[in-house]
């Protein structure tokens, strides 16, 4: 089990910026990858980006250069950086840790999500 715990979320003008924090129940050096995911009404969940426990890192092509995913192992927290926000970035945005069980078994565990709004 693991409970995650986003934070950081809120009203921002366009061009500007936030830092989500996403805070997990256990080391996260034990999680394949740790990623952040965002959705909006009517929408799927997607990608936003995502790292592995190694410290590869993946984006959405939407978000490239505007966005840095990290982690702090020695606070089990993943932390997405968003700059230059658009109002294309409003969502609910929700932290995800994928695990992969040695027997192939796939799990995914997910935060409450947190809302990120760009307008002026």
């Known amino acids: 089990q693991v409970q995650l715990v986003e934070s950081g979320g809120g009203l921002v003008q366009p061009g500007g910026s936030l830092r989500l924090s996403c805070a997990a129940s256990?080391?996260?050096?034990?999680?394949?990858?740790m990623g952040w995911y965002r959705q909006t009404p009517g929408k799927q969940r997607e990608l936003v980006a995502s790292i592995t426990s190694d410290g590869s890192t993946n984006y959405a092509d939407s978000v490239k250069g505007r966005v840095t995913i990290s982690r702090d192992n020695a606070k089990n927290t993943v932390y997405l950086e968003m700059d230059s926000l658009k109002p294309e970035d409003t969502a609910v945005y929700y932290c995800?840790?994928?695990?992969?069980?040695?027997?192939?078994?796939?799990?995914?565990?997910w935060g409450q999500g947190t809302q990120v709004t760009v307008s002026s």
């Open positions: 256990r080391s996260i050096l034990s999680i394949d990858a």
């Open positions: 995800n840790a994928h695990l992969i069980r040695s027997w192939g078994e796939e799990i995914d565990y």
